[in-house]
């Protein structure tokens, strides 16, 4: 921590989706499951609190949802570096496709050295669900 800050910040919002109810049962939208953040909520969360002045940013994207994602990280005035993606062996959620990926923007703020990590961006899941790369 410095300053009260963090040099390095995981976080995975709960993301709001227009659609509220869905699959057969209409319950599985995941607003029936977990409470969602309205997008002003999201765009107004006081990132800039909780991140160093030089900081990194590892953002959980929902495939639907990346056009205003990326417009709240432009609100946020963070900078996006790269995505890497983590590839699930079951199946995925969607209406217009089973998403099998997904993505975590790797976003900076201030000036941050390049990781320069020699490992692939794609993470394939394991048989017990947990994501194999990160070392390699």
Known sequence: MIDGRFPVVVADFPWPYRDKKTGGSHTSGSSQKYST??????????????????????????????????????????????????????????????????????????????LKWHGKNVLQDTADGFPVGWLY
């Open 37 to 114: 953040m309205d997008w002003d909520a999201v765009k107004e969360f006081p990132i800039h609190d909780i991140l160093a002045g030089n900081a990194v940013l590892f953002l959980w994207v929902t495939t639907p949802n990346k056009i205003l994602i990326a417009d709240v990280v432009n609100h946020w005035g963070l900078d996006y570096r790269t995505t890497i993606y983590w590839k699930k062996l079951t199946g995925g959620m969607g209406h217009w496709a089973r998403g099998v990926v997904e993505e975590v923007w790797l976003l900076t703020r201030g000036k941050v050295k390049a």
